[in-house]
């Protein structure tokens, strides 16, 4: 069975930008999470999306949002960027129940100029 | 709110068995689990027990869990330059509907000759 995979895994960004990125989970895995990577914060959760609902959020601003798709596939957007948005973007995917053990992806690494 | 600490560095020998401490402070952890991330890849899910669990035991992992001292830990029998990674410890309990990790900060293990 594939794992989760991320589109772009490298990305270049000017500040004021806005930029999309994107998961496919696992096939049959239908929530999906989002959780940010730096040095600095460590991971931090974003939000998580089941059954295209946004079931959880973390602290972040609004700046931050996502959306998921009917084939659970999913997306998250970050507008007017700023250089502390750079960070790796890792995506996560689970089996609704009673654990719901994540399965992340390889990241997607942003870097703002 | 919840929190979970690791000590940040490991140094071990290669043929060593290595530990890696977890302190965690949420006393409704359901679930604990140990990642591990290599340079520029996402997380791999190692070993995850369940909190009515003392001790479970995988290969060469063996992972202890204290639930009245909220400690886990993971050993790694004869480790190998090839498991020098960052290891996250994380714990989950119910939020919402669904169970949301919180990861610690992760602890570089650096394995030499």
């Known amino acids: 069975k594939a794992g989760v995979t991320q589109t772009p895994r490298y990305l270049i960004k000017t500040r004021g930008q806005q930029v999309t990125l994107s998961c496919s989970p696992i096939s049959g895995h239908r929530s999906v999470s989002w959780y940010q990577q730096t040095p600095g914060q460590g991971l931090q959760f974003l939000f998580e999306y089941f059954s295209e609902t946004q079931r959880n959020k973390g602290n972040f601003p609004g700046r931050f949002s996502g959306r998921q798709f009917s084939n659970s596939r999913s997306e998250m957007n970050v507008s007017t960027l700023e250089l502390g948005d750079s960070a790796l973007y890792l995506c996560a995917s689970s089996l609704p129940g009673s654990q719901e053990t994540q399965y992340f992806g390889p990241g997607t690494r942003l870097l703002v100029l | ?113």
């Open chain 2, 1 to 113: 709110g919840e929190d979970v600490e690791q000590s940040l560095f490991l140094s071990v020998r290669e043929g060593d068995s290595s530990v890696i401490n977890c302190t965690y402070t949420d006393s409704s952890s359901t679930y604990l689990y140990w990642y591990k991330q290599e340079p520029g890849a996402g997380l791999q899910l190692l070993t995850y027990i369940f909190s009515n669990m003392d001790m479970k035991q995988d290969q060469r992992l063996t992972v202890l869990l204290n639930k009245k001292d909220k400690h886990l830990s993971l050993r790694i029998a004869d480790t190998q330059t090839g498991d020098s990674a960052i290891y996250f410890c994380a714990e989950t309990s119910p939020l919402g509907g669904s169970y949301i990790p919180t990861f610690g900060r992760g602890t570089s293990l650096i394995v030499h000759p």
